[in-house]
């Protein structure tokens, strides 16, 4: 019986040292780290180098002290043209110029 739980003790050590290596490995290598100064210089370049889902960590002196993560959707539609095409009719008064008053009121007078 001493055995079996002096195994089941090395099984979690050898599992608790995996699981810190996975997250050694995911916090210091698969996400960017850079320091505050850095960030505060190219922060606009940083962010849209997100990819959704991807971390960027914040360091002070290499010490983690903040994340920030994409919030951008999947992708961004553009619109299509003549999507709206019948569902609305542009009056033939709309190609004729502008009353003089209000040409008048753009220009200031």
Do not use: W
């Amino acid at each position: 019986m001493m055995q079996d739980s002096g195994a089941f003790a090395l099984l979690f050590v050898a599992t608790i040292k995996a699981i810190d290596l996975v997250h050694f490995m995911v916090h210091n290598i698969v996400v960017k780290r850079v320091n505050i100064h850095d960030a505060k210089t190219n922060l606009s370049r940083y962010l849209a180098e997100l990819t959704p889902g991807e971390t960027l960590v914040v360091c002070n002196r290499n010490q983690p002290v903040a994340e920030l993560r994409s919030l951008r959707k999947k992708g961004v539609r553009k619109p299509r043209i003549g999507a709206a095409r019948g569902e609305f009719v542009v009056p033939d008064s709309f190609f004729e110029p502008l009353p003089d008053e209000i040409i008048k009121a753009f220009s200031g007078k």
